[in-house]
């Protein structure tokens, strides 16, 4: 547990507190709208989750959000699920996405970099051209409002372009990465039945092209809904028989006519991980993603007109979503396609440093692996422009925060943040004006009543419980598709604590008001009662340098005892001796718990993970409690699925 007055790791200085947007809204909000003047970001937090209608409200008003018809109010229904935001309204999120075209035509709305790290620009005034092009053909192509407009492409400016035009027209976008197997995609994109399907003909990764023809022809077979293809020649092969050539498509010079529709109209699908079953198909509205991420870009990420924004994504992760809304706020957002480590583990620096990044977006993964590396991007780099380094995907280990301190500026601010693709933004994580402490999330996000709850409702502080949003988020899902009662949609998040949101994840919110995030709740660790998130073992354990990964399940046993393996994937040329299990033992005991010494400790060939990067720790625990591979997991959901059998062996020599 974390001390309850640590010293902070890095905090604003007056200057930085008095320029940040959120100064200003509070101040703003506090004569417009009631909002409190005094008591910093605590106050104005306490005002947006007691005040809620007010709250979104004034963020529609300071961000100048265009309703073509009025909203009847900001709130129709409050409950949860099913709050209705803002009846009566119609906009549209593309047409707020390109607003700065108008003012700065020649400047850069995207800085696209691929494996040679040399960025290209793509101005507003071209962004603004290719969409309305496209816009126009898809209308012709006829796609209507409410359409699913699918995509298998990597992170590059065709697509933006094409999920700003599916939203000038009211479509409905979905994406998959090109890395995703035929399986994985069809188990998404069969859900949702599109009609029109953007593909690349491959991409290049880690210094070599992967050619996904072959896949994108079984695409085509196997989506009978689709009326038209698109070929984007990303490897420079012709355009495949039936299919139409992007550049076809994209070269007219037609100003977008934007579809004005209701706000809760669906703007796209994005998919949950999918280990133990079809991934749910999550589907988010126009209006809700555009007034949360305004929120979240413009006042958390303080982002505006100036700001270059990159995040390390892929288009199969919702932080791509969330990165193409960066253009919201007016910033130059920048897609880097191709391998996180290619040349070598400092890639990612390297291009932060020459697209001018404000903000950098990666993985704690990242992180780690950098510092393991003894990367130095601080020492090789020049990283001056760059305010803020943010992290998600997973917890940022206290580690992480230390040598991003140390390793690329002492007056770095440094955001550890979490949300989840089912709301595609942040419960807690970056606050400009506040301070920063070691292995803490900032705070809770405006709008966002976070709080930690035991088993039986009741908030605590300074105890670990389950995340839970007491209040409707504007992104939370309008729906599920394929769920026409609901009943998947409620059991997800409502069943644990009716009407209340429970999102799986183990927190503790400090008595200062920061967040500690401990990994998911449902791999918990408890024994004798003493509960311990995954998170804090892998912190620990994955400092010893023999070790590259690790993956620990608590599985309780049919006599009423608790086995507790750690598995180990070790770095070439390290052995499992007794000296390392000694040594990994102390780890444990010393800075976590005695209680938590593993069972046994186990070396395997690799950790598998989600094809977004996740360790996957309830299929592992479902294989080794002896449930077969295909009811414990989805096959086309797992990075490396040969992994599975090593677990699936060691079930069957234990049972």
């Known amino acids: 547990m974390t001390p309850a007055n640590p010293t902070p790791l890095w905090q604003p200085d007056a200057d930085a507190i008095a320029r940040a947007q959120i100064t200003r809204f509070q101040a703003w909000a506090a004569e417009r709208h009631g909002a409190p003047a005094e008591g910093g970001y605590a106050a104005l937090h306490r005002w947006s989750v007691d005040e809620l209608d007010t709250f979104w409200k004034a963020v529609t008003e300071w961000f100048d959000v265009?309703?073509?018809?009025?909203?009847?109010?900001?709130?129709?229904?409050?409950?949860?699920?099913?709050?209705?935001?803002?009846?009566?309204?119609?906009?549209?999120?593309?047409?707020?996405?390109?607003?700065?075209?108008?003012?700065?035509?020649?400047?850069?709305?995207?800085?696209a970099v691929d494996e040679t790290h040399e960025p290209r620009p793509v101005t507003w005034a071209e962004l603004r051209r290719q969409v309305g092009s496209l816009a126009a053909e898809l209308r012709a192509l006829g796609v209507r409002p409410g359409d699913r407009v699918s995509a298998y492409v990597p992170n590059i400016p065709q697509a933006v372009v094409a999920l700003l035009a599916t939203a000038a027209v009211g479509g409905v976008w979905t994406s998959c990465a090109p890395d995703f197997g035929a399986r994985s995609v069809l188990d998404r994109f069969q859900q949702v039945e599109p009609v029109v399907l953007f593909t690349v003909d491959g991409y290049r990764y880690g210094g070599k092209e992967h050619d996904r023809r072959e896949i994108v022809a079984e695409l085509r077979r196997e989506l009978p809904t689709l009326r038209a293809v698109v070929h984007i020649p990303l490897l420079g092969t012709d355009t495949p028989e039936g299919a139409l050539e992007w550049s076809d498509l994209t070269s007219a010079d037609t100003e977008p006519l934007f579809e004005q529709v209701p706000f809760d109209h669906p703007l796209w699908v994005l998919y949950s991980s999918g280990t133990t079953g079809l991934p749910k198909a999550i589907v988010q509205s126009q209006g809700g993603i555009l007034i949360e991420h305004l929120k979240q870009i413009g006042l958390h990420c303080d982002l505006g007109p100036e700001d270059r924004f990159f995040w390390y994504t892929s288009t199969g992760w919702m932080m791509w979503n969330f990165l193409v809304s960066g253009l919201l706020t007016g910033t130059t957002i920048v897609l880097y396609d191709g391998s996180p480590g290619h040349p070598d583990t400092g890639a990612q620096w390297r291009i932060a440093e020459r697209t001018g990044a404000t903000l950098f977006g990666t993985s704690a993964a990242y992180v780690m692996a950098c510092r393991k590396a003894g990367v130095h991007p601080g020492r090789d780099h020049d990283l001056s422009r760059v305010q803020c380094v943010a992290t998600t995907g997973s917890p940022l280990p206290p580690d992480g925060f230390s040598w991003l301190h140390d390793e690329v500026r002492d007056d770095l601010w440094i955001a550890s943040v979490s949300g989840g693709t089912d709301v595609c933004s942040c419960f807690a994580g970056a606050v400009p004006t506040l301070p920063v402490y070691i292995g803490e999330l900032q705070a809770p996000c405006l709008g966002t009543d976070l709080q930690s709850w035991d088993p039986s409702g009741r908030p605590v502080v300074g105890e670990v419980g389950e995340l839970v949003v007491t209040n409707p988020m504007p992104s939370m899902p309008i729906r599920f598709w394929n769920d026409p009662d609901g009943s998947r949609y409620h059991d997800s998040y409502f069943d644990m604590y009716p009407g209340v949101w429970r999102h799986g994840d183990w927190i503790t919110v400090t008595s200062r008001g920061s967040v500690v995030i401990h990994g998911r709740s449902d791999s918990t660790l408890n024994r004798q009662g003493v509960r311990m998130g995954s998170a804090d073992i892998y912190e620990a354990v994955e400092r010893l340098p023999e070790i590259k990964e690790s993956l620990v399940i608590g599985i309780e046993q049919p006599d009423g005892g608790y086995w507790m393996p750690l598995f180990v994937h070790l770095v070439p040329g390290a052995a499992l001796d007794e000296d390392l299990v000694h040594r990994i033992k102390q780890t444990i005991r010393e800075q976590l718990s005695p209680r938590h010494l593993p069972d046994e400790i186990i070396e395997v060939p690799g950790i598998p993970h989600t094809l977004t990067g996740k360790r996957i720790e309830v299929p592992v625990k479902r294989l080794l409690q002896g449930t077969p591979l295909e009811k414990a997991v989805n096959p086309g959901s797992i990075d490396d699925l040969d992994l599975l059998h090593f677990y699936e062996d060691l079930a069957r020599k234990r049972a």
């Open 66 to 111: 265009r309703f073509s018809t009025p909203y009847t109010r900001v709130l129709g229904d409050r409950s949860m699920p099913g709050a209705e935001w803002f009846p009566g309204a119609t906009l549209n999120y593309a047409e707020h996405a390109l607003r700065a075209s108008a003012a700065r035509p020649d400047e850069p709305a995207l800085l």
